[in-house]
């Protein structure tokens, strides 16, 4: 069981380059979603989806856009990267949205824009 | 506000025991609290969660207050490999996304 996959590991970008950050998880949940987390800090909601074929915004979505076309994959696009986007990148998935169960996390990309 | 309150930092020796403290005065009645760990440069790790009851599992143990207004998370024999940011979230939203503090940091003394 894979959980959930996150690819690439790490990635340089150059400022208004684009690129899609791919999660994958095998364990049928519907939920799934994207975070970043910058140095020294928490972890910050960008998107979410409830199911394929819906999703929505979290506290920090401007500069990305996000498409759930099956169960399994979440993809996450950056368009014309800024500096301001570097910072390591985590999906996350869980199988209700009611929190009566524990949520898994990839292992992250790390993405540097410069 | 989803947010909770955590200590910044706390120290424990290594084989005893470690009480982590959250409180999250704010929270309602269907919220469950989640306990998630994030060793260096990995991804968050699930560890307990919770709703009324006092949970075990085979990682930790979570103590809730009668009133739900805090909790505690209890390492039962800290190893050196349990030194991690402890981040204790209350699930709110339409889709119960987990908040994330700034969390706990916890250091293990040899």
């Known amino acids: 069981n894979a959980g959930v996959t996150q690819t690439p590991k790490f990635r340089i970008l150059k400022i208004g380059q684009s690129m899609t950050l791919q999660c994958a998880q095998d364990m049928n949940h519907n939920y799934m979603y994207w975070y970043r987390q910058d140095p020294g800090m928490g972890l910050k909601l960008i998107y979410y989806s409830v199911g394929a074929g819906i999703t929505d915004k979290g506290e920090v979505p401007n500069g990305y856009n996000v498409s759930r076309s099956t169960t399994e994959y979440f993809p996450l696009r950056l368009e014309l990267a800024a500096p301001s986007q570097t910072s390591v990148y985590f999906c996350?998935?869980?199988?209700?949205?009611?929190?009566?169960?524990?949520?898994?996390f990839g292992s992250g990309t790390r993405l540097t824009v410069v | 506000d989803a947010k909770t309150t955590q200590p910044n930092s706390m120290e424990s020796n290594e084989e005893e025991p470690v009480h982590l403290p959250c409180n999250h005065s704010?929270?309602?009645?269907?919220?469950?609290i989640h306990w998630y760990r994030q060793l260096p440069s990995q991804g968050p790790e699930y560890v307990i969660h919770?709703?009324?009851s006092n949970v075990n599992n085979r990682m930790a143990s979570l103590a809730i207050a009668e009133d739900r207004k805090s909790s505690t998370l209890i390492l039962h024999r800290a190893t050196l490999r349990d030194a991690a940011v402890y981040y204790c979230i209350r699930l709110s939203g339409s889709a119960r996304q987990l908040t994330f503090g700034s969390g706990t940091q916890l250091t293990v003394l040899p």
């Open positions: 996350a998935s869980s199988f209700s949205g009611t929190g009566s169960g524990g949520y898994t």
């Open positions: 704010t929270i309602s009645g269907t919220d469950y």
């Open positions: 919770g709703l009324t």
